[in-house]
């Protein structure tokens, strides 16, 4: 069973970073087929929607507009996570982030990946 589990969430003022961590389980970063690895978030009132994806063992980073130029995704194959640094945070990424993994692009950039972690709460105000 593949499980992830988020962490790094918090409250930060305008301008302000964060990093939130993706601990993984071994499988996604030893498997024979490749596993992508994405970021989601959600407001309230809207839906979940991807804004960062790294396909594990390759890199290959893909943004959101929204955050490009602001957000990095990285991974540590040594500590089975999978890293995203916010910087320049704004209000408007206020939400809940989600991590999710799942060995199709489609399937994930689509919003059905075959596993989630529980997700971990996000605030930017001043």
């Known amino acids: 069973e593949v499980q992830l589990v988020e962490s790094g969430g918090g409250s930060v003022q305008p301008g302000g970073s964060l990093r939130l961590s993706c601990a993984a389980s071994d499988f996604i970063f030893s498997a024979t087929n490749a596993y992508y690895v994405a970021w989601f978030r959600q407001a309230r009132g809207e839906e979940r929607a991807p804004i960062a994806r790294i396909l594990i063992g390759h890199a290959v980073p893909w943004y959101a507009d929204s955050v490009k130029g602001r957000f990095t995704i990285s991974q540590d194959n040594a500590k089975n996570t999978v890293y995203l640094q916010m910087n320049n945070l704004k209000p408007e990424d206020t939400a809940m982030y989600f991590c999710?993994?799942?060995?199709?692009?489609?399937?994930?950039?689509?919003?059905?990946?075959?596993?989630w972690g529980q997700g971990t709460q996000v605030t930017v105000s001043s």
């Open positions: 999710a993994a799942d060995v199709s692009l489609r399937t994930i950039m689509a919003g059905r990946p075959s596993n």
